[in-house]
C-alpha cells in the first residue's frame, strides 16, 4: 500500500490524517505512524469482515464489535501494541479515507463493507441514490450475467462503485482487464431490492436481475503511481498466501 499519513488528534476538531489539521493547522497529538495504521488496519478487516472468531471477538447481528473487546485482541494479535488503547481505535476507523468503517460513540466499531461473513448491513443509508452505479466483470462472464443476472460471489453483499474509474481500479485487483457495465441503482431500489451506501464510493446490494444491467461505453483508466503500487503489493501478498507462505499476514 501507498505511504498513509499520521493519525494525529486535535485539541480542538478531533482525530485527522496528516501532519496538521485541516480546520485549524493545529499539529495536534501523535496517535498512530503510518506502519502502525496499516498493520492494525489489517487486523481489524480480518476481524471486522472475515474471522471475529479467531480473535475472541464478537460481532452483532449488524457487525458492530466493542471496542474495548477490539483492543485487547489486537494486543493479543502483535505484542508490539501492547500500548493501544479505544481512543486509537476509534480514531482510526473515523478518519479512514475510504470509509471503510463505521464508529458509533466511540464504543462500537464495525466494516461497512467487504464481509464474507453473514451480516446484515440494513441499517446502511439506502436514500439519494445515484441513478447509475458500476460493476466490475469480465468479457466471458457479460453473457452469463446477462442471462441470470448478479449475486454475490465471495462476500455476502454484491459491491458496486460510485463512479466508473472506481469500478476499474477495483476490478484491477481480481482481473487483468476488467470491463464495466451500469447498475440502475434507484430504478433497483424500487423493485424492492435495496441499494445501501456503504461509503461514499461503494454501495452495496444483494442481488441484480439482468434487467437493472446496462451496457455502457467503456472509458480509458490509466492507474495513478498510488495505485500501481497497491496493486502490486496485493499482489505479492496474494500469491504469498496462495503458496502457503502467511509469514508478516494479519489475514
Known amino acids: 500500500m501507498s505511504e498513509i499519513e499520521e493519525l494525529r488528534l486535535c485539541s480542538s476538531h478531533g482525530p485527522f490524517r496528516g501532519l496538521e489539521c485541516p480546520e485549524c493547522q493545529e499539529k495536534?497529538?501523535?496517535l498512530l505512524f503510518s506502519d502502525e495504521?496499516?498493520?492494525?488496519?489489517?487486523?481489524?478487516?480480518?476481524?471486522l469482515?472475515?474471522?471475529?472468531?479467531?480473535?475472541?471477538?464478537?460481532l452483532n447481528n449488524h457487525g458492530f464489535a466493542r471496542i474495548y473487546s477490539v483492543v485487547p485482541?489486537?494486543?493479543a494479535e502483535r505484542p508490539r501494541f501492547r500500548w493501544i488503547r479505544p481512543e486509537h481505535i476509534a480514531a482510526l476507523g473515523e478518519t479512514d479515507p475510504r470509509g471503510?468503517?463505521?464508529?458509533?460513540?466511540?464504543?462500537?466499531?464495525?466494516?461497512?463493507y467487504g464481509h464474507t461473513i453473514d451480516v446484515d448491513l440494513s441499517d446502511l443509508p439506502s436514500d439519494d441514490l445515484p441513478e447509475i452505479v458500476y460493476y466490475q466483470t469480465t468479457t466471458e462472464e457479460l453473457d452469463i450475467i446477462k442471462e441470470t443476472g448478479i449475486s454475490p460471489s465471495d462476500k455476502t453483499y454484491i459491491h458496486l462503485s460510485s463512479t466508473f474509474r472506481k469500478a476499474y481500479?477495483?476490478?484491477k485487483f481480481h482481473v487483468d482487464e476488467p470491463l464495466i457495465i451500469g447498475i440502475l441503482a434507484r430504478e433497483l431500489t424500487e423493485s424492492g431490492i435495496p441499494v445501501y451506501r456503504a461509503s461514499e464510493e461503494v454501495y452495496l446490494t444483494k442481488e441484480i436481475p439482468s434487467a437493472f444491467m446496462k451496457e455502457?461505453?467503456?472509458?480509458?483508466?490509466?492507474?495513478t503511481e498510488e495505485e500501481k503500487t497497491e496493486l502490486?503489493?496485493?499482489?505479492?501478498?496474494?500469491?504469498?498466501?496462495?503458496?502457503?507462505?502467511?509469514?508478516?499476514?494479519?489475514f
Open 28 to 30: 495536534g497529538k501523535g
Open 216 to 223: 455502457i461505453e467503456q472509458e480509458s483508466i490509466e492507474l
Open 169 to 171: 481500479v477495483s476490478g
Open 232 to 250: 502490486e503489493r496485493f499482489l505479492k501478498r496474494r500469491e504469498r498466501r496462495l503458496s502457503g507462505d502467511t509469514r508478516g499476514e494479519s
Open 49 to 58: 469482515r472475515h474471522f471475529p472468531e479467531n480473535y475472541g471477538v464478537r
Open 37 to 47: 495504521i496499516e498493520a492494525i488496519g489489517r487486523i481489524l478487516a480480518g476481524m
Open 100 to 112: 471503510r468503517y463505521e464508529v458509533r460513540n466511540g464504543e462500537e466499531i464495525r466494516a461497512t
Open 73 to 75: 485482541a489486537i494486543r
